[in-house]
């Protein structure tokens, strides 16, 4: 199993806005920062404004910020929602299955129990618990005890 970029993009942004709390941060910023497309990461942050994880403030000034306190937002819930086909095997989805053992092995039965044990033990972690270590995430993305970007340092 894979998490699509979209969800690996999605939980970087999150924890970036989690640790720059006291502003509002630019597409622009973040792109910068973890070296990724802004055209891609535009769309992460489009999806996770419409699924209420973010808020996106338009206009010269504007920017993004955590919709809601990072405490209150499960791992298990963002991956949930944004992965589509969480399938480990083809027998675990609702299509058809090439596979003549579908329905006689006990393969099905083991791949669910470990795909909820997967989602199990994201639930248990929070948004807060991921960025703890506030300190050492704000020094990699350039951020001071204000908040203020050091753009210059990783340029």
């Known amino acids: 199993?894979?998490?699509?970029?979209?969800?690996d993009f999605a939980l970087r942004l999150l924890m970036s806005l989690a640790v720059v709390e006291e502003r509002l941060v630019?597409?622009?910023e973040l792109a910068?920062?973890?070296?990724?497309?802004r055209n891609h990461l535009m769309?992460?942050?489009?999806?996770?404004?419409s699924?209420?994880?973010v808020t996106g403030i338009r206009g010269r000034t504007g920017g993004l910020t955590l919709a809601r306190p990072a405490s209150t937002i499960r791992i298990g819930e963002v991956v949930r929602t944004l992965e589509h086909d969480m399938r480990?095997?083809?027998?675990?989805?609702?299509?058809?299955t090439t596979c003549i053992l579908s329905g006689a092995c006990l393969l099905t039965r083991s791949m669910n129990r470990a795909l909820e044990a997967f989602f199990a033990s994201l639930d248990e972690v929070t948004l807060a618990d991921l960025v703890a270590p506030r300190r050492v995430l704000r020094q990699r993305l350039g951020i001071n005890s204000r908040g203020d970007a050091r753009i210059a340092a990783t340029a």
Not at 1 to 6: A, I, K, V
Not at 32 to 37: G, W
Not at 88 to 96: I, N, R, S, W
């Open 1 to 7: 199993m894979r998490l699509t970029s979209h969800t």
């Open 26 to 28: 630019t597409i622009e």
């Open 32 to 37: 910068t920062r973890h070296k990724l497309s």
């Open 43 to 49: 769309k992460v942050a489009q999806t996770l404004v």
């Open 51 to 53: 699924l209420g994880y």
């Open 88 to 96: 480990l095997v083809e027998c675990l989805g609702d299509g058809p």
